[in-house]
């Protein structure tokens, strides 16, 4: 009886989906993945027999149900889903229409929360399974010029962290990762979405915009490291429900904490201000 527990990957022709998938195989774990196009897919992967190559349209419920159903049929169970698919979108809320803002968060956000609801059924029959959502660091703490998809990477982290309560009684478990900067092609100008229109006087927006493009090929975080944590995140009897991977993301991370606490006790009294007087007896 295979032993090693099946992997389902969305987003996995390139960036940390394809870094998942290569280490997975070699590994000998069994493997669902998909991408847009099955051909990108097999060409990056290459041949293996614990692997199955998915053709899936992440907008289409019906899409994602046939490929889950298609994965347990062909390996018998699914144990980790992995919600990797996403891409970034920069600029202002007033510069993005309303296209491209809703292009974002389907893909990003509804996605998900699609593939989740399609792969529900299996783990819960199971009692078992393991729900990886991938977030980014920009859901904690954005930056300038990001925030569409600074708010499309929050809701994954938030959507994580009660859906981790839902289903723990059912024996699933649910971790948001949320990654800093890693060599991948995720910064390269095909893989970012910038908007059609511009407004000059976001002259920090368009400097943000070109200080992330220039990080290109200079990221410090390893996909092949980041793929051997969420390896090590499914393998554990208890997992964080939020991930913060890699040092930079930490570090920002920390550093939001602390302005939080400080916010938080700053404005403490002003909080307070709004509860009720307690009755007294006449």
Not at 167 to 179: D, M, N, R, Y
């Amino acid at each position: 009886m295979e032993s090693k527990k099946v992997w389902y990957v969305t987003g996995a022709s390139k960036g940390l989906g394809l870094a998942l998938v290569k280490v997975l195989l070699e590994q000998g774990y069994r493997v669902a993945a998909t991408s847009r196009y099955r051909t990108s897919l097999t060409q990056a992967v290459g041949p293996d027999k614990n692997f199955l190559p998915l053709e899936v349209d992440l907008t289409s419920e019906g899409s994602i149900a046939a490929s889950l159903k298609a994965t347990n049929d062909h390996f018998g169970r699914i144990d980790v889903v992995v919600n990797n698919a996403g891409y970034g979108t920069g600029g202002t809320v007033e510069e993005l229409d309303s296209e491209e803002i809703a292009q974002n968060f389907d893909i990003n956000v509804f996605a998900t929360i699609r593939v989740i609801q399609k792969a529900m059924p299996y783990l819960r029959a199971q009692r078992s399974g393991h729900i990886l959502n991938i977030s980014s660091i920009a859901g904690f703490t954005g930056a300038t010029g990001w925030a569409i998809y600074a708010a499309a990477k929050a809701s994954v982290i938030a959507l994580s962290e009660v859906l981790a309560q839902d289903v723990e009684s059912l024996g699933v478990k649910v971790t948001a990762i949320a990654p800093g900067a890693f060599r991948t092609s995720f910064l390269t100008a095909e893989s970012l979405a910038l908007p059609k229109n511009t407004i000059d006087d976001y002259k920090e927006v368009r400097a943000s915009h070109a200080r992330y493009l220039s990080m290109d090929g200079k990221q410090i975080g390893d996909p092949v490291k980041a793929a051997e944590v969420f390896i090590q995140l499914a393998e554990s009897a208890n997992p964080p429900v939020l991930l913060f991977l890699g040092r930079d993301a930490y570090n920002r991370a920390a550093a939001k904490s602390a302005y939080l606490c400080d916010q938080l006790e700053t404005w403490k009294e002003l909080s307070f201000s709004t509860q009720l007087m307690e009755m007294t007896e006449a």
